[in-house]
């Protein structure tokens, strides 16, 4: 549990600091076709950030691996996070979800269960994107015509344990130790 808790702090203190710079929005536009890139345009920029990290932290896994397809390892890197677009967490905002979900869980659930209508106030559909922004993204990423792993992977990253591949893995790694 100490563990889990200095690596949120460590993320929160990465995220005050992180800002893309120019060798990440090159990465973006090697793996990202226009569609995509407009998505992933949308995220905040502590998110984009985030989500380079874990698509470089794959690269750096699957190097000299011949049984992973590159491209789109790291375009679920990318990717991954994409359903938090609607969501419009500032860094702070981010921090105090993230902390009631790891100490109060029921009441997280209760807060995030009440967003799940489009039309609910503000900061309960806020709760809602937080809980659910995998599912969410995964919507996203299939209107695209996304690649089927991704589209599952990216569905369920936070549940690794329900989906046994390789790309999972992956994904739970990077973004699990940036
Ligand atoms: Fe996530
Ligand atoms: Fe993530």
């Known amino acids: 549990m100490i563990r889990r808790a200095l690596y949120r702090f460590r993320q929160f203190l990465f995220a005050m600091s ?28 502590f998110e984009q950030k985030h989500c380079v990290v874990v698509a470089e932290k794959i690269e750096e896994l699957i190097h000299g691996r011949h049984d992973v397809d590159e491209r789109k390892a790291i375009k679920l890197g990318l990717l991954h996070d994409i359903g938090k677009i609607e969501g419009h967490l500032l860094i702070f905002q981010k921090s105090i979800l993230t902390i009631i979900r790891f100490l109060l869980r029921p ?72």
């Open 107 to 178: 009441l997280y659930d209760f807060l995030a269960d009440r967003g799940e209508d489009k039309n609910s106030s503000r900061i309960f559909r806020k709760f809602y994107i937080h809980k659910h922004h995998g599912a969410i993204g995964a919507e996203l990423l299939e209107k695209l015509g996304e690649d089927r792993e991704i589209v599952i992977c990216t569905r369920l990253h936070d549940f690794p344990t329900k989906h046994d591949s390789m790309y999972m893995k992956l994904l739970a790694e990077a973004d699990s130790t940036n």
């Open 18 to 45: 992180a800002s893309m710079n120019d060798v990440d929005w090159h990465l973006v536009g090697r793996y990202l076709n226009i569609d995509e890139m407009a998505l992933f345009k949308r995220l905040p920029s």
